[in-house]
């Protein structure tokens, strides 16, 4: 079997596994928190909460177009907010439909590439969009970790915290170094034009300014998510402190990105039942109803998007992205349209944290 063959067989044994994962847990999850109680808990949701809810995740996107718009510009891609922000719901919805968890990044970043010679910069922009959203991440949950020293619920959830922290920070240091300028030189990786990806990385290590903006704006899209779950846990009965609501929300979102569900379904529930489920403070049903309306919001975005995708004229680049994100049967490449390679999702996988849902759609990445 030729090498071409052999990776696009993985990639679907990783999706069917995955499928598997996430398929396996709500099933679990659903019959621990009963499907009787968890529609009586659905049913008498707060839609005010919801409505506040909503909007919060609304601002959060808006938010995350900015960051975008901004990361473009900086890399000689000047776009339009709006354009931008039709783009992000645009990458909602194929991370809905797609059974990978950065396919919606992949397709926005090739929409937003005007012609082959901008898509290694587009691509590099989604990756920075994603770093540059851990700082963000990282300090909110420390801050909750911090203030919830005294609270006997946060026990659960303190640990993970601690540990998602750790890794973060480790990420973000090993991105500061220069590692990715040497790996960008591997023959192996110029052969499958990675290593443009990298140089592209590399160079922007320069751009203090541009990062620290990036970063800001960062911090600005985790407290906006943060405020959207907390109305969302509100709504279906779970009442936190805002400080416990930071932990447990950034360290289920942290617990998503791995690359061990189809865009963090039954992950994320787990995670909620396992840092919320706890007498004195909410019910399985709670806690899993909590989670299904964040699903819900992302639902939501990805109809959004659904029309912008209708409307926007398909450039030429978009179609030489598709075929590697739905793993259909491979086919020859191009070299007239597809110089820069079809395989650069997997490595855009593995410096994104493997996650998105991560972006939590609202979110995001990181979100």
Known sequence: MSPRLSGVWRSRLMSVLKVAVSVGLLAWLLHKAGLRNLGNTVSHASWGW??????????????????????????????????????????????????????????????????PSERVRALTTVVLQRLCNFPGMILIMG???????????????????????????????????????????????????????FEELHAFRGEGRQLLAASGRGVVFWTLSVINWFCFLNAVGVHVSWQLAAVVTTTVAAITMLPISINGYGVRE????????????????????????????????????????????????????????????????????????GRLHEPLAQLAGAGHGADLSSSEAAR
């Open 143 to 197: 801050v909750g970790v911090i203030l919830t020293l005294s609270d006997p619920f946060a026990a659960h959830v303190r640990p993970a915290a601690i540990v998602g922290a750790l890794g973060g920070v480790a990420g973000l240091a090993i991105c500061a170094t220069p590692l990715l300028g040497w790996l960008a030189q591997r023959p192996l990786l110029q052969r499958v034009k990675v290593g443009k990806l």
């Open 270 to 341: 787990g995670g909620f039942i396992a840092f919320l489920a706890i007498p004195g403070l909410a019910s399985p049903s709670a806690a899993v109803a909590a989670s299904l309306c964040i699903a819900g919001q992302s639902l939501l975005w990805a109809v959004v998007g659904v029309p912008f995708l209708l409307t926007r004229q398909r450039p030429r680049s978009l179609s030489a992205a598709l075929p590697a994100l739905t793993l259909t049967t491979p086919r020859r490449a191009d070299p007239a349209v597809d110089r820069t390679g």
């Open 50 to 115: 919801l409505v506040v809810g909503l909007c919060f995740g609304f601002l959060a996107t808006c938010v995350q177009a900015l960051q975008w718009q901004a990361l473009l510009a900086a890399l000689a891609m000047p776009r339009r907010w709006l354009s931008c922000l039709r783009l992000v719901f645009v990458g909602n919805t194929f991370n809905t439909i797609l059974p990978t968890s950065i396919g919606g990044d992949v397709v926005r970043a090739t929409m937003a590439a005007r012609d």
